[in-house]
């Protein structure tokens, strides 16, 4: 299968580029802050309650409902797929996972969620930026391919589009 090979060879790079104790320690604690969404529903909370605009309070609740929403919607799609996470023989992971499921990344798929849900509220570059650094930092440390976090980035993406609608 080309596109598995694809996947475990991009996952190897990510895995061995880049690497020195500090930056992996960095990298771990930074991701850990994207746990289950918990960051970005944090903002849309915070948001909501300093925002002065009665408008923007609600948006702002509605884009962390939509974060939640992107966070249940990937677990029933993981917990379907029921992907593995990746084993790199002499690169174990970096950090520990809630579970052992890795299709789609839910770093991926709530960052960017919030990312698009909060567009308008905040700086677009700064929310992309930091939904990306989320995402890559999945495969940096060995629990996520690549495509688990394409797919979870479209998926967030395309959730938060629908409930702007």
């Known amino acids: 299968m080309p596109e598995?090979?694809?996947d475990q060879r991009l996952l190897l790079i990510a895995r061995t580029r880049g690497h020195a104790p500090a930056a992996?320690?960095?990298v771990a604690?930074?991701?850990?802050?994207?746990?289950?969404?918990?960051?970005?529903i944090a903002l849309g909370l915070a948001g909501s309650l300093l925002d002065e605009d009665a408008g923007r309070r609600r948006a702002w609740l509605r884009g962390a409902g939509t974060v939640a929403g992107a966070y249940a919607l990937n677990q029933a799609i993981k917990f379907t797929v029921r992907r593995r996470r990746p084993q790199l023989p002499s690169l174990p992971p970096l950090t520990s996972t809630v579970s052992q499921l890795s299709f789609p990344s839910v770093h991926s798929t709530t960052s960017f969620a919030a990312a698009c849900a909060?567009?308008?509220?905040?700086?677009?570059?700064?929310l992309y930026l930091t939904a990306a650094a989320f995402a890559a930092?999945?495969?940096?440390?060995g629990v996520h391919y690549p495509s688990d976090v394409l797919v979870g980035a479209a998926l967030g993406s395309a959730i938060a589009r629908a409930?702007?609608?």
Do not use: M, V
């Not at 604690?29 to 970005?40: M, N």
């Not at 930092?137 to 440390?141: H, I």
């Open 4 to 6: 598995a090979n694809l």
């Open 24 to 26: 992996e320690l960095l």
């Open 137 to 141: 930092s999945r495969p940096y440390l």
């Open 29 to 40: 604690k930074f991701s850990r802050l994207a746990e289950h969404g918990a960051c970005w």
């Open 163 to 165: 409930a702007q609608r």
């Open 118 to 126: 909060y567009r308008r509220l905040a700086p677009a570059a700064a």
